[in-house]
């Protein structure tokens, strides 16, 4: 019987920044339009893409159990897609977003209506362009509430906001990353970082102090529940508050169990709920990010970036407080804060970790070198060949001609292989930094190759970070799942002694996890959602390089468990 009126009780068209839905909606639609803007930063104007006029685009704002519809008109000179971060997009994975893939791109002139249900998660995800280097510009957040009748399993915040982290060029991003790519060298650092699109204070703005700092006005007494995205393309923070704690209570849309902490650690792809109660003497304090440099000898951008929480009424004129932000290589802070989440099991939302593994793979990570090709000595990267990147040793390379996801739907071979391997084909001392620049371990082969595992397979992954090249905290993010982390430690992992250390409990659950720098993690989630996933480093910096994989799960014989075929204007390349 058909009850889908019972459901659809509403159509909400949503066209300017954060509006909030009435209680009945439980369809929520919108278009992006994505083109040209100048903007203002950091005393330069400067031509972004941007969708709908705004830095940073339009937030979301639904319930669990709603649908979005979302029409995206490319009208920008760039080939483009959105990718919708931590969405499962079960029966509806031709949504997903990144290129070449899921889709071909939305061609300049083009559009495409992605269609999803938000349904088994609630928190705070975010949006953003899943094409070259767009999503400098391209991305905003994605709230979820609970459905109605539906509490949080934390006492009711007084007010919520959303604390989006960004990074900033003077100069066009795509043009950065292109000139890096021909190069084969490291693209150049960012010129600043932002929360909710600016700057802030330390900087110099040449704009008036009002309106080139995100405020965040307070009542003393309050709580207030402060979804804080990471949306920089390659700064990992710490992000404190001047004086203030915090109250860790989801992680990736996923209920954490309360976690008090100074200091919160976010990295590329993540996001992090904390509750945060007014309850210091009225003033005004900075809210502060500044990276965490796990990458030993790389200079990166350490800029502080800051916003004001300013308690009503004040009347101040001085200097905000600033807080004393940890070292640039503070991997003790950073382990502490990442090793010490834990999940909460009465959630509605939560699964017990699957107790048996069907798919064991151990799968190495890092960096290295791809050949320069005819020209040796042309390359901007060492040794005069390509910057690289790679999983077992594989660095993945997107196809061109079609997605991988069309490629396995339609059945179409030689637009990649499943030979992806469930093992390094090199066993060595992974994070041994004498073999930093041991010529026979870091080239790295380009290939597009991908793990097929049977649907609802539990495959647990043991992601072993290298020292090649040099040791690097990596944001490992897996499309289509939240995947339970069991543990992380730091050097070689070792399966007698260090399988003992799982969480089989109460594990954080993620869609995004930094990998220990100079260490490993262990993941495990079951493969319920036919398709083909990307997993792959946030750091955008790592992602063309070819720091990436994929997953296919195969289709389970049922309606529920067969991957549904296209939509009718599904891009074509
Ligand atoms: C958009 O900006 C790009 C880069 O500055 C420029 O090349 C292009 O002509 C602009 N397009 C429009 C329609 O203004
Ligand atoms: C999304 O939810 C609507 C309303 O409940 C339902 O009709 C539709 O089939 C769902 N779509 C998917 C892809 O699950
Ligand atoms: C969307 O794209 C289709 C196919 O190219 C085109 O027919 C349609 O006019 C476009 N819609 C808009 C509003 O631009
Ligand atoms: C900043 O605020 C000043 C004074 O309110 C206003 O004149 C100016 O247009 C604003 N600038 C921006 C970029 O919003
Ligand atoms: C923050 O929490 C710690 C540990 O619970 C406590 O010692 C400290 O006083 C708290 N600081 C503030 C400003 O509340
Ligand atoms: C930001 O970082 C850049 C590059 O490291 C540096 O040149 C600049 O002085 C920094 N600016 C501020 C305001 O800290
Ligand atoms: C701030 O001022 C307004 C207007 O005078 C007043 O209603 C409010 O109670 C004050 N808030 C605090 C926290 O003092
Ligand atoms: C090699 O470099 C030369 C000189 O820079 C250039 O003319 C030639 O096109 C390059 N060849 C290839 C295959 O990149
Ligand atoms: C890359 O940069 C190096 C160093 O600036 C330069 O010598 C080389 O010609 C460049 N190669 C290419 C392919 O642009
Ligand atoms: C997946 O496997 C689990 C554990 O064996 C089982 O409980 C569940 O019913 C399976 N789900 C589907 C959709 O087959
Ligand atoms: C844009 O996408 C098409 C495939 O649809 C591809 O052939 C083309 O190379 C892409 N353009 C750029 C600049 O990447
Ligand atoms: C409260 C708690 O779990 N603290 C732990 C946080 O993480 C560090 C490093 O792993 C441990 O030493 C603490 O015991
Ligand atoms: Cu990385």
């Known amino acids: 019987m058909e009850r889908r009126s019972v459901f659809v009780v509403g159509v909400v068209v949503l066209a300017f920044l954060s509006v909030s839905l009435p209680a009945t909606a439980d369809i929520v639609e919108t278009s992006f339009d994505v083109k040209n803007l100048t903007v203002n930063r950091l005393c330069q104007n400067q031509v972004i893409t941007a969708v709908n006029d705004s830095l940073p685009g339009p937030s979301l704002m639904v319930k669990e159990g709603d649908t979005v519809i979302i029409h995206v008109f490319n009208r920008s000179p760039y080939n483009l897609t959105i990718h919708w971060h931590g969405v499962f997009q079960r029966l509806s994975q031709w949504a997903d977003g990144p290129e070449f893939v899921t889709q071909c791109p939305i061609r300049p002139g083009g559009n495409y209506t992605y269609r999803f249900n938000l349904t088994g998660q609630v928190g705070t995800l975010w949006w953003h362009s899943h094409?070259?280097?767009?999503?400098?510009?391209?991305?905003?957040?994605?709230?979820?509430?609970p459905r109605d009748g539906q509490q949080y399993p934390f006492p009711q915040p007084f007010r919520e906001d959303t604390i989006l982290l960004g990074e900033w060029w003077n100069t066009n991003p795509i043009d950065v990353v292109n000139a890096a790519l021909a190069n084969g060298t490291t693209p150049v650092e960012s010129d600043a970082y932002t929360i909710n699109g600016w700057p802030g204070d330390l900087f110099n703005n040449c704009l008036s102090v009002s309106n080139n700092t995100?405020?965040?006005?307070?009542?003393?007494?309050?709580?207030?529940?402060?979804?804080?995205?990471?949306?920089?393309?390659?700064?990992?923070?710490?992000?404190?508050?001047?004086?203030?704690?915090?109250?860790?209570?989801?992680?990736?849309?996923?209920?954490?169990?309360?976690?008090?902490?100074?200091?919160?650690?976010?990295?590329?792809?993540?996001?992090?709920?904390?509750?945060?109660?007014?309850?210091?003497?009225?003033?005004?304090?900075?809210m502060a990010a500044r990276p965490y440099a796990s990458a030993i000898g790389v200079t990166i951008n350490s800029n502080t970036t800051t916003a004001i929480l300013a308690y009503q009424n004040t009347t101040s004129t001085t200097t905000p407080l600033l807080p004393v932000l940890p070292a640039l290589n503070d991997t003790p802070t950073a382990f502490t804060f990442s090793s010490n989440l834990t999940?909460?099991?009465?959630?509605?939302?939560?699964?017990?970790?699957?107790?048996?593994?069907?798919?064991?793979?151990?799968?190495?990570?890092?960096?290295?070198?791809?050949?320069?090709?005819?020209?040796?000595?042309?390359?901007?990267?060492?040794?005069?060949?390509?910057?690289?990147?790679?999983?077992?040793?594989?660095?993945?390379?997107?196809?061109?001609?079609?997605?991988?996801?069309?490629?396995?739907?339609?059945?179409?071979?030689?637009?990649?292989?499943?030979d992806f391997p469930d093992q390094p084909p090199v066993v060595f001392d992974y994070t041994d930094t004498n073999n930093s620049f041991n010529m026979g371990l870091i080239m790295t082969p380009k290939r597009t190759s991908v793990k097929s595992v049977r649907f609802n397979a539990t495959v647990e992954m043991v992601l072993q970070n290298t020292a090649l090249i040099g040791v690097e905290n990596h944001p490992m993010h897996l499309h289509g799942f939240n995947f339970y982390v069991l543990a992380q430690g730091f050097g070689n992992y070792n399966s007698t002694t260090d399988s003992s250390k799982f969480n089989l409990?109460?594990?954080?659950?993620?869609?995004?996890?930094?990998?220990?720098?100079?260490?490993?993690?262990?993941?495990?989630?079951?493969?319920?959602?036919?398709?083909?996933?990307?997993?792959?480093?946030?750091?955008?910096?790592?992602?063309?390089?070819?720091?990436?994989?994929?997953?296919?799960?195969?289709?389970?014989?049922?309606?529920?468990?067969?991957?549904?075929?296209?939509?009718?204007?599904?891009?074509?390349?």
């Not at 997107?398 to 059945?411: D, G, K, Q, V």
């Open 505 to 573: 409990v109460n594990p954080q659950e993620r869609n995004t996890l930094g990998v220990p720098v100079g260490g490993w993690a262990v993941i495990r989630f079951r493969a319920n959602n036919p398709g083909v996933w990307f997993f792959h480093c946030h750091l955008d910096v790592h992602l063309p390089w070819g720091l990436a994989m994929a997953i296919q799960v195969e289709n389970g014989g049922t309606p529920e468990s067969t991957l549904p075929p296209p939509p009718a204007d599904f891009p074509q390349c």
């Open 343 to 418: 999940g909460l099991v009465t959630s509605p939302f939560w699964s017990p970790v699957p107790a048996t593994v069907d798919e064991n793979m151990f799968v190495t990570m890092g960096l290295g070198l791809s050949d320069c090709g005819s020209n040796q000595t042309n390359c901007g990267g060492l040794f005069f060949q390509r910057m690289s990147a790679s999983m077992n040793n594989i660095s993945f390379a997107l196809p061109t001609r079609m997605s991988l996801l069309e490629a396995h739907f339609r059945n179409i071979s030689g637009v990649y292989t499943t």
């Open 131 to 145: 094409s070259s280097w767009l999503r400098a510009t391209v991305y905003g957040a994605l709230v979820i509430r």
């Open 214 to 286: 995100y405020r965040l006005d307070v009542v003393p007494g309050n709580t207030y529940l402060l979804r804080i995205i990471n949306a920089a393309m390659n700064g990992q923070f710490f992000f404190k508050i001047a004086n203030h704690n915090l109250t860790v209570v989801g992680v990736d849309a996923a209920y954490t169990d309360p976690y008090v902490t100074d200091v919160i650690l976010v990295g590329p792809g993540q996001t992090t709920d904390v509750l945060l109660t007014a309850d210091q003497p009225p003033g005004l304090y900075y």
